[in-house]
């Protein structure tokens, strides 16, 4: 009986189901290697599975509701070597902060590709092109950096069932302190306030006057939305709360 777990288990190993003797894909491998690492302690073996289905060497997970000038404080796991983390985090920020709401929908979940800085040191035989795929984990949005040995031809197939995949398994993994985060973010309803008669077209004094607070306060709230928000502008901050529904 020992023997035949034992043979099983080996099985199992070389992807074969014991019970149909039939192979099992690489992507039902990957499935069930996500199952059995589907918590805050499994979040890096389960990212080093979704890197080597998809056959790259090593992958880098940010999170992009913090200011660019954040730096390493947008990582949230990553196998790179420090030094490419240190020289690319706060590049990844200011890009995002740059890309209008509009874009940042369209390139959900779609694998798009960059080339390194020449000042960027890599390991030897990695390619200096890296893929970035954006998701969301309940508001805030995030992105898997994935690196790739050179000249390796990469499965377009695969790369979308990673975006996918990382996706729901970031979620199990990371929502409990992102909504943790989250609910220290949220907006008040003087904040959402104000976001509405902004979206109205309406200037500080004017709400001030609405509201009947100075303008002073009613510009510390705006600023607080922004904060809150990763936002740049009025016009940002509006596009933020009309994706989220608030006005």
Same mark, same amino acid.
């Not at 947008?74 to 020289?87: E, Q, T, Y």
């Not at 973010?185 to 104000?194: F, G, S």
């Not at 077209?201 to 004017?206: F, H, I, L």
């Given at each position: 009986?020992?023997?035949?777990?034992?043979?099983?288990?080996?099985?199992?190993?070389?992807?074969?189901?014991?019970?149909?003797?039939?192979?099992?894909?690489?992507?039902?491998?990957?499935?069930?290697?996500?199952?059995?690492?589907?918590?805050?302690?499994?979040?890096?073996?389960?990212?080093?599975?979704?890197?080597?289905?998809?056959?790259?060497?090593?992958?880098?997970?940010?999170?992009?509701?913090?200011?660019?000038?954040?730096?390493? *404080?947008? =990582?949230?796991?990553?196998?790179?070597?420090?030094?490419?983390?240190?020289? !690319? #985090?706060?590049? $990844? %920020?200011?890009?995002?902060?740059?890309?209008?709401?509009?874009?940042?929908?369209?390139?959900?979940?779609?694998?798009?590709?960059?080339?390194?800085? *020449?000042? =960027?040191?890599?390991?030897?035989?990695?390619?200096?092109?890296?893929?970035? !795929? #954006?998701?969301? $984990? %309940?508001?805030?949005?995030?992105?898997?950096?994935?690196?790739?040995?050179?000249?390796?031809?990469?499965?377009?197939?695969?790369?979308?069932?990673?975006?996918?995949?990382?996706?729901?398994?970031?979620?199990?993994?990371?929502?409990?302190? !992102?909504?943790?985060?989250?609910?220290?973010?949220?907006?008040?309803?003087?904040?959402?306030?104000?976001?509405?008669?902004?979206?109205?077209?309406?200037?500080?004094?004017?709400?001030?006057?609405?509201?009947?607070?100075?303008?002073?306060?009613?510009?510390?709230?705006?600023?607080?939305?922004?904060?809150?928000?990763?936002?740049?502008?009025?016009?940002?901050?509006?596009?933020?709360?009309?994706?989220?529904?608030?006005?």
């Amino acid at each position: 009986m020992e023997t035949m777990r034992s043979d099983a288990a080996a099985w199992e190993s070389y992807g074969f189901s014991a019970e149909f003797g039939e192979r099992k894909s690489a992507r039902e491998i990957l499935l069930q290697e996500l199952g059995r690492c589907a918590d805050p302690a499994g979040l890096s073996p389960g990212l080093k599975a979704l890197t080597d289905y998809v056959s790259a060497s090593h992958y880098l997970l940010v999170r992009h509701d913090a200011s660019p000038e954040a730096g390493l *404080d947008v =990582v949230v796991a990553s196998d790179w070597p420090f030094d490419m983390v240190r020289g !690319i #985090a706060r590049t $990844v %920020g200011a890009s995002q902060s740059r890309m209008s709401e509009l874009e940042k929908c369209f390139s959900l979940l779609k694998p798009c590709f960059h080339h390194l800085a *020449d000042n =960027v040191a890599v390991p030897r035989g990695v390619s200096r092109e890296y893929c970035v !795929i #954006a998701f969301h $984990v %309940g508001r805030v949005r995030m992105s898997l950096l994935l690196l790739f040995p050179e000249h390796f031809i990469l499965s377009q197939s695969k790369l979308r069932d990673v975006g996918i995949m990382t996706g729901y398994f970031a979620s199990v993994c990371c929502e409990g302190a !992102i909504l943790r985060q989250d609910r220290d973010m949220e907006l008040t309803d003087r904040e959402i306030e104000c976001l509405y008669w902004i979206a109205e077209g309406k200037t500080s004094g004017e709400i001030a006057v609405i509201l009947g607070i100075s303008r002073n306060t009613i510009n510390n709230y705006i600023t607080s939305v922004m904060r809150k928000t990763a936002t740049k502008t009025r016009s940002e901050a509006i596009a933020w709360a009309v994706r989220h529904s608030l006005v």
